[in-house]
């Protein structure tokens, strides 16, 4: 695999930590993004047989297509691989609108993946049934023995959590003031619905915020000059941590244990760089 250029800047907030990797341009962020995917995959699969790998919505997925790459894919056991949704539209697969139906046409369609381990939300229920579903299909895989549980909390460990991020600085379908993200009343559960997201369309599922916390790694993605203004509010001149005012919905994902990658442009980076 071609070697990716980039400048790593490290992340220090509070008592977590991580890196900040700064590309030349979206392609070099597919690039590096696809490294570090199978570089995880490969570490996984060594370790407990299997790689559980969420994915979220948005330009983010675009990125995916370079795993589909000869000498990429040549990496890659397929048959061990394990794809779940950080969040979906509760919208048939076929919708413009769902989110599998954008991974399908810019990765999956490309890699032979086995359709059993593409783990897809039910599209035939209504939303609150199909996050209870999405949920127990996530537990059955605890159970089978390809998602393992984080050893200190009752939620599941994925091996790697890709997040694109919004410009109100939502992540998954968790956005500023909504009560899924209420400290008051942290929910035990994996999966949540919602109807009334800020953005259309209004039904969703998503990951609980503890789920994405006990991610073995979890890579928050920025690209383009529409995101400038939010990473000027999110970071520190610099870059090397958040700013003290933030309050984000993308502020709060802190793995407890794990390993926290956020992987920028240039475009956006100058919100920060530039200060």
């Given at each position: 695999?071609e070697?990716?250029e980039?400048?790593?800047?490290?992340?220090?907030?509070?008592?977590?930590?991580?890196?900040?990797?700064?590309?030349?341009?979206?392609?070099?962020?597919?690039?590096?993004?696809?490294?570090?995917?199978v570089r995880?995959?490969?570490?996984?699969?060594?370790?407990?047989?299997?790689?559980?790998?969420?994915?979220?919505?948005?330009?983010v997925?675009?990125?995916?297509?370079?795993?589909a790459?000869?000498?990429?894919?040549?990496?890659?056991?397929?048959?061990?691989?394990?794809?779940?949704?950080?969040?979906?539209?509760a919208?048939?697969?076929?919708h413009?609108?769902?989110?599998?139906?954008?991974?399908?046409?810019?990765?999956?369609?490309k890699v032979?993946?086995?359709?059993?381990?593409?783990?897809?939300?039910?599209?035939?229920?209504?939303?609150?049934?199909?996050?209870?579903?999405?949920?127990?299909?996530?537990?059955?895989?605890?159970?089978?023995?390809?998602l393992?549980m984080?050893?200190?909390?009752?939620?599941?460990?994925?091996?790697?959590?890709?997040?694109?991020?919004?410009?109100d600085?939502?992540?998954?379908?968790?956005?500023?003031?909504?009560?899924?993200l209420?400290?008051?009343?942290?929910?035990?559960?994996?999966?949540?619905?919602?109807?009334?997201?800020?953005?259309?369309?209004?039904?969703?599922?998503?990951?609980?915020?503890?789920?994405?916390?006990?991610?073995?790694?979890?890579?928050?993605?920025?690209?383009?000059?529409?995101?400038r203004?939010?990473?000027g509010?999110?970071?520190e001149?610099?870059?090397?941590?958040?700013?003290?005012?933030?309050?984000?919905?993308?502020?709060?994902?802190?793995?407890?244990?794990?390993?926290?990658?956020?992987?920028?442009?240039?475009?956006?980076?100058a919100?920060?760089?530039?200060?």
């Open positions: 695999m070697e990716v980039f400048m790593t800047i490290p992340l220090s907030w509070r008592e977590s930590s991580g890196e900040l990797r700064v590309h030349e341009s979206a392609d070099g962020i597919s690039r590096g993004l696809a490294d570090v995917i995880t995959a490969e570490a996984a699969i060594a370790a407990h047989g299997h790689f559980c790998i969420a994915i979220s919505g948005g330009s997925v675009k990125c995916l297509g370079q795993l790459d000869p000498a990429v894919a040549a990496r890659c056991d397929w048959s061990r691989w394990h794809v779940f949704w950080v969040d979906e539209r919208v048939p697969l076929t413009p609108d769902s989110n599998y139906l954008l991974a399908h046409a810019h990765w999956l369609s032979p993946i086995p359709v059993a381990n593409i783990h897809t939300l039910d599209d035939s229920l209504p939303v609150e049934a199909a996050a209870e579903a999405y949920e127990g299909d996530l537990r059955r895989c605890v159970e089978q023995g390809v393992l984080h050893p200190d909390t009752p939620f599941p460990r994925f091996d790697f959590i890709l997040l694109g991020v919004g410009p600085g939502h992540v998954a379908s968790l956005f500023p003031s909504h009560p899924l209420s400290p008051a009343s942290p929910s035990p559960h994996w999966c949540r619905p919602l109807s009334d997201s800020p953005k259309p369309p209004p039904a969703r599922i998503t990951l609980t915020l503890p789920v994405l916390l006990a991610a073995a790694v979890v890579a928050v993605v920025a690209m383009g000059e529409g995101k203004e939010l990473l509010r999110l970071f001149a610099g870059g090397t941590g958040f700013a003290e005012e933030t309050a984000l919905p993308v502020s709060l994902v802190l793995p407890r244990d794990g390993r926290l990658v956020w992987m920028v442009d240039r475009e956006a980076a919100g920060f760089l530039g200060r």
